[in-house]
């Protein structure tokens, strides 16, 4: 029996025979179903199925492969599979801040998140010795409204010499341009520091101040070309009162920013995301 | 030593001495404060105090207030007095969802809200049988285009009738007019089925459900005349995922709005809320 | 296409196949699959799964009871199916307290828990008026260490005649005889006012005001012959402090546990629980 | 005006002119008052108050604590004076586990906890390099049940050596012994890796694993002499279910520690807790 797992995801068009054509097809190679979600959107009339499968015997990939693209013509769906410990290659985008950065680093490092970290790009060179202590290639990209397009050509160069698959926004503090979101679609995420749709673009705790509201939190969302507007994947939430001024939001809202952006992370790289019509569907897990 | 606790508030520009104005004159007058909180807003520059206290011996309540008024003109201090047990008069307007009338009233039977009902006033003849139970008169005043201006007249008329502290529009479907929300400013509250300032209007689920949010909630606010924007009292949220469709998020809802509601209704006649600009300190309490 | 749906729960020891065995036949039979939920225990190699599904034509329901029982055999699987609009008959026990059963008299009466109540039972008769109110026979049985067998034998009775499916404590506050556990095993909820495994026994909220608990929750678990040791089904919690003194945690825990048990109630009659050695497996879901 | 703030805190027995004992020298002194907390515990019968203030002139440091020490003496008063922005001095101990010690260490290195940390004590020497890249002093001190007596000799040396404010137990899996516990009381903060009371001792996680709770969560709390029974200052939680395995309990729990340790820190440091009976008053704030 093997100990390497696989994910198997697919979405298609609701109709019958849909969960058949995943789970059929593993019992008859003789995949053992370890974890099994899946979702059919009444209203939207789609489906969406992951299953994490192990071997019971050899596992031959190409037959796999060639077995499933049979029913998934069939079905209309769209698929990837891919052993579960596929190491992701991310990117990480900062400026100063750097909670969002040091946490990702911290989970990075003790393998909580089991990803290649091939590149941390900044407009801002404050946050070079974290890089380094963790021997992180870091790139100083500074970045002027007239040197917006370089900057973005010389970012995408990173990202594309690194073969990243996913682009993480850890409180990158500059609004991407519309063709940049273009190619980054459905692999980057941003982490918002407001309860989105509440509080859109700028200075969000302080415009969250001064409404008064009784609750802070933060979203991470997928990067889209609509400012943040993008599917939301995950929130975070904590209570607050009226003794909070603007730099008590802030400060609250540093650990929510970490763990609502890690938990995104990690939800992408184990393949539990599913981009569809404006929203996510999100096949959570236990973490 | 008295068992009658006394409840003073203050609120006047942020100077000197403006906690000893409080704190000092009690204990002079031998009252033994029981709870005490103040908060300085830095920001706004203002100064909010609520006391509660029971006197040692026998409390001559005019003595006090005219001791009080003295300082209150010396610091320029809005204040209140007034005994702990009060009964404040609610009025209740409904259409015809339930679960907030039959949340409110639960608690006022039981006496965990110790208030009294004067009124429950409805546009639906609906909820008649629940008011009747509780031996709480119903008036069922229909409303439309043509007939609003009437109608809020005679909603006008019971309020004053029964001389209402406090009016609670625990899902009441209509929009007040500018006018009667005038009247009203400051002691009507209303709950609205999300997370302000996100989702205002209509149908704020069917909203959330079409973002595709992570988090949904209910916020209990003052009423003023800018629909939804009211200064925000308290707020309650529940996780949920894309498994939710609308209905799913109005089932949810409906059990932080009952209790977001009663909360801010709670905080209200035990004179814990100050309004001061747009946004609303809260002296929250244990419970 | 027909609109009544089905659910089939099933369980069994861990081995290939076991989805399928589930997921295979529905489709075979052109049952349309609405929800599926699964879940394979690795460490106590046990599977389980819960399926909704509509026909997609006529459903023979006797047919289909034939031939999933070959499979269920071949599997070893125990399993459930029944229309998902069963109305499950409930009794509930009382005692003085009434905040639950207030609250799932309402969830009751407005359909949001789709239930027969054919009988309240009480030690006391302080609710009867709520349950006159409701339509719902009443039934005081007064309780002394003397007259406990007969008055367990009357309960047990009741509970026969009324063809109970489930009986749900609602803050009765009386300890069930082993026997009458054991006769209810599966097939009874209490609430117990504390987060279990802390605090079990009397007087939980005064236990955690002593040790000084920073949150405060309730328990909703399986009756088993060891006093609030059953599995636990959910648990509700809220944050407390310093200033909260016994009477301030009851009343706080009150919403707590109407949530808590209501949620419960709910699982269970949806067939989402399922008991395995001393935990509880829960198909959560929308809600 | 003077922008330096002091701390004044102080409790005593209840009893009539607490409060004013304190606000009405501040007034007298010319103190202006930026924050207040105050609470009566009527159960416990004894009075605790926390007061933030800022001269409004110059502030005759000696003049004012020999002006308090006489109301002290009159109310029985045990207090504490000093500057806002003093600077504890914290020792940390940890064992392998370095997801409290990272935590910290970001706090520290980025001014959100203005603590110095003149030591890191360690049973292991795996953290030696986090530890170097702070620049802090790391001893390993390895400790057997032969050297137990020893190692802790060694161990409060360092404590006294540095004269260390505060240790913390950041996940430091060695149980001290009776007489340092005694010595560190009041001073010492331990998280453990359960709501207690529920799950002391060994193993938390795989006790709840067992248990099948469906909320696991971490406990702050003051080390004494009886194992995991110190008061507690704050506790955190998460929702999980019956999918997660104890190391998925442990990874969820791992966010939760951190955050929960971090704001026992804080409130230790910013004078906010007061230790009375077996319980701990806790005057949190925005944050």
Request: aromatic share 10%; net charge negative; proline share 5%.
């Amino acid at each position: 029996m093997s100990e390497q797992h696989w994910i198997l995801t697919a979405h298609c068009p609701s109709q019958l025979g849909t969960v058949d054509a995943v789970t059929g097809l593993l019992y008859q190679q003789g995949q053992y179903i370890t974890d099994l979600q899946s979702f059919d959107d009444r209203l939207h009339q789609h489906f969406f199925i992951r299953a994490q499968f192990r071997p019971e015997n050899e596992f031959d990939e190409q037959a796999f492969r060639d077995a499933f693209q049979v029913r998934a013509e069939k079905y209309g769906m769209e698929w990837t599979l891919s052993p579960s410990d596929l190491k992701y290659k991310v990117v990480i985008m900062v400026s100063k801040f750097d909670h969002c950065l040091n946490d990702l680093l911290y989970r990075y490092r003790t393998g909580q998140l089991p990803i290649e970290i091939p590149a941390i790009i900044s407009n801002h060179p404050d946050l070079k010795a974290l890089a380094d202590w963790h021997n992180i290639p870091y790139y100083h990209l500074p970045i002027t409204a007239e040197t917006k397009a370089q900057q973005e050509a010389d970012v995408w160069k990173i990202i594309c010499d690194s073969q990243a698959d996913l682009v993480v926004l850890a409180r990158y503090m500059q609004v991407l341009s519309e063709d940049m979101c273009a190619k980054l679609s459905g692999r980057a995420i941003n982490i918002h520091h407001s309860l989105l749709p509440g509080f859109k673009g700028a200075r969000p705790y302080h415009q969250a101040y001064e409404k008064g509201v009784k609750l802070v939190g933060a979203t991470a969302h997928y990067v889209n070309t609509d400012l943040d507007e993008g599917p939301i994947i995950t929130q975070g939430i904590e209570p607050v009162d009226h003794t909070y001024y603007p730099e008590d939001l802030t400060a609250k809202g540093r650990d929510i920013e970490c763990v609502t952006l890690a938990r995104a992370v990690r939800y992408h790289i184990e393949r539990r995301l599913f981009l569809h019509s404006k929203r996510c569907i999100v096949f959570a897990d236990s973490q």
